[in-house]
């Protein structure tokens, strides 16, 4: 069949709609000519390497071993079997939910036919391996239908941890309309329908030039990621993407697909940045799993931290301060609520909170190694009369400004300043510095969304020096410390060790002790962990946890990274311990070490504090635990001879650092008043009516109309402030 044919075969719908149609073909525009010439060589280059995987099939025909899981091993072919035909083998409901193979660890296409003895493991839709293969094939049918109906030069399209998505160029002015998101998704469901195969292919360099020789950021791509000889390509229908895969086996395994939101988003290279139209979506096997996310989702929005913010009056964004948020007196108290809750921990596990600067020279950011690989997400600016000599001198050596300067996104380099402003030993260590500064990150508008992604944002930041020989025992209070905290927020959690990425800085050695010791760590915390090769920081390998709310859903927050470069850098140095000669006993034991290197760990439980009030938020509700509570206690007098003594017991709460509100409204009867309480998320009530005036008590009830009975004023705020202050999550249960 032609390429042209093919085209019109699938008979999209929605064209019309958007203008890309000729009088003829009403339903079906004309394919691109570098559509149709990408296709066409791709073509020639699959006949090639099917003829050439044939002829090595019969050339090294030979018996090969494959392990199953449960100890089963069975008997394949080199260079003819596939996972599939295994899993056909297995059960029929294996082969029609398998969505891609582990062969010897690594991730395979089921189709691929297997080329050794190997450990075989089948991953289906219920993995997070799984998710992550279909949700990368289900954005190349996003990639299609972008190229198909709007002419988009493809960008990126990966998979996330609640779906895809795709990022591509339309020209300077282009953005995506909102009339055109139902027809991209109607498409896309054609595509899935059409049972399209997925089929790799290996190219060289020099091939991949001449696939993407019309897509700028493909070529782009090539030339930074292919190191190799080769790299691998996917066709599927129309498409043809640079992907390293694996992928399902065909389009039609997509039972379900929804488009949810486009945005713009920014392509970063050595040339000027260019803006990217980015379109979200979902996926599932079955329609059926579609439908059940999209209820899930309508109680996810209702529980939207944004909305809760605007309802309860806890923050709001302005244009004039764009990535940044306003926290109003309700929010704020949350705010400190958690910051305190940190600061206790600290208090008790050790920790010494410092304060550095937010403006730094870019020669700082140098020195630490960010400048090279962070230099696009900072703020940088020039110095005031950094074009001016400056001869006068100071008490601060700062005789001459720096020419740039940048607000800072991180603290550790800080941290390691203070701890070289002066000689240090071995009995300050471990030196556990926290700090909640405010830290920047020039993050593009397209990626900003309520609390989860901003400019401007504080972090429970700690940095801990350390010795080699104290590292296992600082790691182990590192994860005691996550449990501690998440147990208290009502969070489940999985740990991920993230190894040495392509970039890493540093010797190899220096990184494999460094996993050496987050793996025993792991091993020891008895808590279930995954590995995640090559996706550690630049700087050295990590312990990622992924904290799961109320609804299920994944949020990465807290975090504990290994460091031996920022010590390099900076040259940071101890005098070490040292066992004195017996003929020199006055000495001070600091002047007879040698001076040693401090490890250092970064460290966050929160994480951006801002992000996790609104994880928090929309955990709960908007119904606010007693000790995060913003609306904690409403004082309601039953008539208007009660409004003084309402007032008194209102400034009781607040004199016990409790939240205490008055309603005294005369035009509403009191069950309103109580039910307006309630609905607003008020955790207690006190209802004050004659009897309780003159036995100076207060009969309370909860927030889910439960009736506490009659307390006694000072007796109901002591209890109060016990529950506050031991940070219970279910107050109004145990009170």
Sequence with gaps: MGLYQR??????????????????????????????????????????????????????????????????????????????????????????????????????????????????????????????????????????????????????????????????????????????????????????????????????RDQLRQLFKDNPFKLHLIEEKVTGPTATVYGCGMLVDLCRGPHLRHTGQIGGLKLLTNSSSLWKSSGAPETLQRVSGISFPTAKQLRAWEEWRKEAELRDHRRIGKEQELFFFHELSPGSCFFLPRGTRVYNALVSFIRAEYTRRGFSEVKTPTLFSTKLWELSGHWEHYQEDMFALQSPGSDRHTSSQSDHSASQPTDTLALKPMNCPAHCLIFAHRPR???ELPLRLADFGALHRAEASGSLGGLTRLRCFQQDDAHIFCAPDQLEAEIRGCLDFLRAVYAVLGFSFRLALSTRPSGFLGEPCLWDQAEQVLQQALEEFGEPWDLNPGDGAFYGPKIDVHLHDALGRPHQCGTIQLDFQLPLRFDLQYKGYSTLPSALPWLPMEQAGALERPVLIHRAVLGSVERMLGVLAESHGGKWPLWLSPFQVMVIPVGAEQEDYAREAQQNLQAGGLVGDLDADPGLTLSRRVRRAQLAGYNFQFVVGQKEQSNRTVNIRTRDSRRLGERGLTEAVGRLRELQNSRVPNAEEVF
């Excluded at 079906?28 to 000519?33: A, D, E, K, N």
């Excluded at 083998?89 to 939910?97: F, G, H, K, V």
């Design 7 to 204: 085209w019109r075969r699938l008979r999209l719908p929605g064209l019309q709609a958007c203008g890309l149609h000729t009088v003829r073909e009403a339903a079906v525009p004309t394919p691109p000519h570098w559509l149709v010439e990408r296709l066409g060589l791709f073509e020639e280059l699959w006949a090639a390497q099917v003829k050439r995987l044939a002829s090595m099939a019969r050339e090294e025909h030979r018996t090969i071993k494959i392990a199953l899981s449960g100890g089963q091993k069975v008997e394949a072919v080199a260079w003819n079997t596939t996972p599939y035909q295994l899993a056909q083998q297995i059960s029929s409901t294996l082969a029609n939910t398998a969505v891609a193979a582990q062969v010897n660890g690594e991730l395979y296409d089921l189709e691929r036919p297997l080329e050794t003895d190997s450990d075989l493991r089948f991953l289906t839709f219920d993995s997070a391996e799984g998710k992550a293969v279909f949700w990368h094939s289900s954005t190349h049918v996003l990639g299609a239908a972008a190229e198909q109906l709007l002419g988009a030069v493809l960008c990126r399209g990966p998979s996330t941890e609640c779906g895809f998505y795709h990022d591509f160029f339309l020209g300077k002015e282009r953005t995506i309309r909102g009339s055109e998101l139902p027809v991209l998704e109607r498409i896309c469901q054609e595509l899935a329908a059409a049972a399209q195969p997925f089929r790799r292919l290996e190219a060289s």
């Design 425 to 427: 030993s071995w009995r």
